[in-house]
Structures are given as C-alpha cells and as structure tokens.
C-alpha cells in the first residue's frame, strides 16, 4: 500500500513547493518516514524534497517516463516509506501545451488515483477564494480534491471570512496559513535556486519551516487523506539486472554548479556494473581513481563560471580523459563545461564551440531523434525529453549532432561523446544507460 496525496495549486506562485517540503519536514520529524515526488521534468524542487526526507529525489512525468511506468517508479520510489508526498507543477491542469492538460498535476493525479490537496494564495482575495476552490473541485470531478491549505493569509478576521465561505464548497479546510516572509527560497533564471547551493541555509531552515506547517496545518488530517487512496497494482520498477562481472567507475559532475541529475539515471548504471562517483568541479583537483567514463547533469554553470575556470587541473584532466577517448555524456549544463568558454570564460575546451548568456530561456518538452550512433545512442533511436536554458551554443564547422528535433540540430555526438541541452530521463529509456555502460566497461 502507497499512502499518498498531492499538493496542488491553481498556478504557480502558491507556495507548492515551501509547503510540500515543508509538509515533508513536519512528517518527518513526527517520526513518519516520507517520501517526496515531483510532477514534471524540473530538478530544482525535488531538491528540497530530499533534503526534507532525507531521501533521494524522484520525478513523475508520464511525457518524459510513459504512463505506465508511473505507478511502478512511485512504488520504486516510495518503498519503506509511510506516506508518499507530491508536489504538483504549475497550476492543476495545466499540462503540455496542445495537448488538454497531458503531463499536469491533475493528469499524474489520476493516473496515480492519488487525492488532491490544493494550496491557495489567498493574500490577494476573502470570499472569492471559495469561489476559485469550488471551480477546481468541480472542472474535473475525476479528479478527487481532498482539502484545501490556505497560504499568506494577513489576519484572524481575513481566515474567518474564507473559513466560513469555504463552507458552503464541502472541500474540507486542512490548514491556514499566514505569512512569513522568512521562510522562502531564493528564485533566479530559471526558477528557484536549487537547494546545494544553499544547503547550509536550508538546512537551518528545515526545523522553521517543519514548525510552520506543524503549527497551522492539521497534519493528521493530511496523513489521512493520503491514507485514503486507493490500493496500487502492479510491481515497482526496478532498474534491469545487466551485468554481473567487474565493476568499473564513471565520475559525475556535482556540487553547486551540477545540482541536476535523475536518481534513476544512478541506478540503472549501478545496476550495470558502474559506481558513480560525484566530482565537485568547483574544488576536486582531478577525477576518481579507476574512472573509466563521465557524466555531466544539468545545473548552473554560468553562475559559477569563473570558479569553473579558475579549476585548471580538473579541466585539463576532463579534457586529456575526453581527448583519450573515455567515454563523457553531458546534459546541458554538462555541454556547456564541454565548450571553450563560457561568455569569455574558459572551460574545458573538448567541444569547438562557446557558450553565451541569453536574455530570453528556451523551455519544453521535445521529442527527439538520433541521427547517428553514439556512446548513447543508435542511429534513429527515438525520444522525449525536455530543454531548460537560457544560454546558446555556437558550435564550429560540421559538428555531428546528438539529437535532432523540428528539424533543429542539437548538440555534438561521436563514438565516446554525447553533449546536448536536452534531458532524458533514462528510467524511460534504460536502453541508453546500458549502452553508454557498455562502452565505460569497455574503455576501463
């Protein structure tokens, strides 16, 4: 059995994710073991989650993972947990443009038949939230809306009159909440800024945040709600068991400048004979003992551009190792420390192109195609994944891409190299994780 519920809001900006981490927290402390989910691709959120659980990360994206792996990856995911907590993405039906509402909160809700917790801003509103409540209960009644938690409120009198208004919508009140302009997490480019990059901060912050939540919402109503789902079935995903002989090391790229990296992507390259072991390349002089491939997620390395550079030794050795013909996928902020520089800003120098800041960020899904074979993939093999940037790259002459979409070319690809923008989330697709393990073994 899976207790779960999801928290949900009528867009973004409702606090969703201060409250579903915090939600995490004041579970926790009560003793509960919790487990924390995110709806959609993004990386940042789940990164409070884990530091509130104290569990790894995990994401829900039927785009990104196939509907029927949902169910099997919460599961996978949730496994010794007590309650399964989730955090919705943008407002509750809003899903992939085109498509009514595919990948939203409310569409991972009802493939997951988990009941619904909305969180309102109602700093801007009195009676008319009960309005805005209602309308959500009833759009999709296939969708259970469980409770509602209430957030920014500015007085007693201003909650007494949605309290009372609330009434008549039969939508159960969980919590009230009022504002708090000390607990908050620090936004940038693109969204808030990932929990690594102020851990200390957060850290100090998780038992403020856990005493909020405890004091103004009834957490054992919440553990109710999750407690009244339905019974899941089908058989957890598990990574597929591919390599039983030696074991070899590829090095991944983390710290405050690499915070995105799927727990999935982990375990199926352990599952295939590889230890990934983590490389900060803002301090670590050199690469692991023994590596015999990299990997470099997501993140924000144009934030920490000139402490990446100043690195020399690290960067000299990623590139004599790529130079050499180890094995290296990159996923965006990985491409970009594989390119010259970074606006003006040294890197790596393995790719013949540079990387500049942008006004403007490109965001979405995409469905992919490979034009050739590569460390990871075959000529033709066919993908979903999601593009999350604001920077450019311009490459040199004639570069083979890695992926290609709406006929746009992305990326660099070889025999020992993929580098790209785009995101793969590989518990869809553990094809690529295998293959990308095989040539790791081979090389070490």
């Known amino acids: 059995m899976v207790n779960r519920v999801v928290i949900a809001a009528p867009g973004s900006g409702h606090g969703k994710t201060t409250i579903a981490a915090g939600l995490m927290a004041a579970l926790r402390a009560r003793g509960l073991k919790v487990s924390g989910h995110k709806v959609g691709p993004d990386f940042i959120d789940p990164s409070y989650h884990a530091l509130a659980t104290g569990r790894p990360a995990r994401n829900l994206d039927p785009f990104l993972q196939g509907e029927d792996r949902l169910i099997p990856l919460l599961r996978h995911g949730s496994a010794g947990a007590d309650i ?15 498509t009514e509402g595919y990948a939203s909160t409310a569409h991972v809700a009802r493939l997951l038949d988990a009941p619904v917790v909305l969180v309102v801003d109602a700093s801007a509103a009195s009676r008319s939230v009960a309005a805005t409540v209602l309308g959500f209960a009833q759009y999709d009644t296939r969708v259970l809306l469980a409770g509602v938690i209430l957030n920014k409120l500015g007085s007693q009198r201003h909650a007494d009159e949605i309290v009372t208004a609330l009434e008549a919508t039969g939508v159960p009140l969980l919590g009230t909440l009022y504002r708090n302009e000390e607990i908050h997490a620090p936004s940038r480019h693109l969204g808030l800024v990932p929990a690594a990059e102020r851990a200390s901060e957060s850290e100090r912050l998780l038992p403020e945040l856990a005493g909020w939540i405890s004091e103004g919402v009834d957490l054992g109503a919440v553990v109710q709600v999750a407690r009244s789902a339905s019974r899941l079935s089908g058989e957890p995903w598990r990574p597929p068991l591919s390599h039983d002989g030696s074991r070899t090391v590829v090095a991944a790229a983390a710290g405050p400048a690499f915070t995105f990296r799927y727990t999935e992507a982990d375990e199926l390259l352990a599952a295939a004979g590889v230890d990934v072991v983590e490389v900060d390349p803002l ?33 000299t050795a990623v590139a004599r190792a790529v130079g050499d013909g180890m094995p290296v996928v990159a996923e965006c902020a990985g491409l970009l420390y594989l390119c010259q520089d970074i606006d003006g800003m040294p890197m790596t120098g393995v790719l013949d192109a540079s990387a500049t800041m942008t006004k403007r960020g490109k965001l979405g899904y995409r469905k992919a195609f490979s034009p050739a074979d590569t460390v990871l993939t075959v000529a033709g093999q066919r993908v979903t994944g999601h593009e999350f940037h604001r920077t450019i790259v311009e490459p040199g002459s004639g570069p083979t891409p890695a992926w290609g979409w709406d006929r746009t070319p992305d990326g660099f690809a070889s025999a020992s190299l993929h580098a790209s923008y785009l995101h793969v989330h590989w518990a869809g697709y553990p094809e690529l994780a295998e293959r990308f393990a095989a040539a790791v073994h081979a090389h070490g």
């Open 283 to 315: 301090q670590d002089k050199e690469l692991p003992e023994g590596c015999a491939g990299l990997y470099f997620g997501g993140g924000f390395p144009e934030v920490h551009a000139e402490e990446l550079s100043a690195n020399v030794p690290l960067r």
């Open 84 to 98: 399964a907590i989730i955090e919705g993405v943008m407002g509750l039906f809003d899903g992939a443009l085109g």
